[in-house]
């Protein structure tokens, strides 16, 4: 019987770590993100949730078809010292920030505001993200030429 217990309890075992290890391969080596953390250049799919938030999204190569793109980064609390702003302020400072974006005629701009949980920690990151009119999808970078 204790022979029986002792198997059952390393096979337990063994399959928790294996669990766990490939928990960890898979956070390592995922693509996903929070659309806050992603860098210039970086292209994605963009499927706002019913309520039209963003959040996590998969990074995919740009010369693969995609509707969206990060085309610029702004922070709107550089110094961590700055009030996390009412909503109507928050939502006209980050579309300001994306407004020095170079036009591409292929796509719009979207600025992503910060959430007050990642205000003080993202130092107030909006990303602006541009994304492609009509809902249509694209496999060129942003402000690449048409004939390229």
Do not use: K
């Amino acid at each position: 019987m204790r022979v029986v217990w002792w198997t059952v309890a390393a096979v337990a075992l063994f399959g928790i770590a294996a669990l766990v290890l490939a928990l960890a391969v898979g956070e390592l080596t995922s693509d996903t993100y929070d659309v806050t953390d992603l860098d210039v250049g970086d292209c994605f799919d963009l499927d706002p949730d019913e309520d039209g938030a963003v959040g996590l999204v998969d990074v995919i190569d740009c010369d693969e078809p995609h509707n969206a793109e990060v085309v610029a980064i702004a922070e709107l609390n550089p110094n961590g010292d700055q009030p996390y702003p009412a909503d109507d302020e928050l939502f006209a400072i980050a579309d300001a920030a994306c407004l020095g974006v170079p036009a591409d005629p292929r796509f719009g701009i979207l600025a992503v505001a910060p959430t007050e949980a990642t205000w003080d920690g993202r130092r107030g990151r909006v990303t602006c993200v541009g994304l492609v009119y009509g809902g249509g999808a694209t496999d060129r970078p942003y402000g690449s030429p048409f004939d390229a």
